[in-house]
């Protein structure tokens, strides 16, 4: 998750042992990070042993799950009854994190590359080790704004209008994200060509 469960109620003024809403806050912690990953186009969670397929004849590969911390394995796949052959000696640099540059073409337009890789932001609760990043604060805090922004409207979803008999008449927004939420969000969408 996006936040640890704890800075949420602690945004919403809600107490550390009242635990009427956390099963509901957890919950939507997990939706949006998965949101936060679609529009993205990347895995912001650390995964160890992630898989990334791309062209044989690509020298930039740019997988889903950055920052890299590192490539244990490069594979070729020229037919279904062959499989993924290892490949060895593969001569390539990591830039910026982000973007794996090989010296050579592992193979042909017509053959299947695969990458084995670890890599991804270590999500808050959890201390980073050596080399690996963790989740930047301003992601975190968008992810909390939202999650608040939503268990305070929640009554509210889905309608545009209200106006009760001899009350205050009600427009609502209609937010997907907030504002701030999104322009954070760009700042880190993943690009592929």
């Given at each position: 998750m996006l936040s640890t469960l704890s800075s949420v109620k602690l945004r919403l003024a809600i107490g550390e042992f009242d635990v009427q809403y956390d099963t509901l806050l957890t919950n939507a912690l997990t939706a949006l990070s998965a949101r936060f990953d679609k529009d993205t186009n990347r895995t912001l969670t650390r995964t160890a042993n992630s898989l990334h397929e791309f062209r044989g004849d690509d020298t930039e590969i740019v997988p889903t799950c950055v920052p890299i911390?590192?490539?244990?394995?490069?594979?070729?796949?020229?037919?279904?009854?062959?499989?993924?052959?290892?490949?060895?000696?593969?001569?390539?640099?990591?830039?910026?994190?982000?973007?794996?540059?090989?010296?050579?073409?592992?193979?042909?337009?017509?053959?299947?590359?695969?990458?084995?890789?670890?890599?991804?932001?270590?999500m808050p609760g959890t201390t980073p080790g050596a080399g690996q990043t963790a989740l930047p604060s301003d992601l975190e805090q968008a992810a909390i704004e939202q999650v608040v922004y939503w268990f305070q409207n929640r009554d509210k979803l889905g309608l545009l209008r209200?106006?009760?008999?001899?009350?205050?008449?009600?427009?609502?927004?209609?937010?997907?994200?907030?504002?701030?939420?999104?322009?954070?969000?760009?700042?880190y969408e993943r690009w592929a060509i």
């Open positions: 911390e590192a490539v244990s394995k490069f594979e070729l796949k020229a037919s279904e009854t062959e499989g993924w052959v290892q490949q060895n000696s593969v001569e390539f640099v990591l830039r910026n994190g982000c973007v794996i540059s090989l010296a050579d073409r592992l193979g042909s337009w017509r053959q299947q590359g695969r990458i084995t890789y670890t890599g991804g932001f270590v209200h106006w009760p008999h001899q009350g205050i008449y009600q427009q609502f927004a209609n937010l997907d994200l907030l504002p701030s939420v999104a322009a954070t969000l760009k700042k």
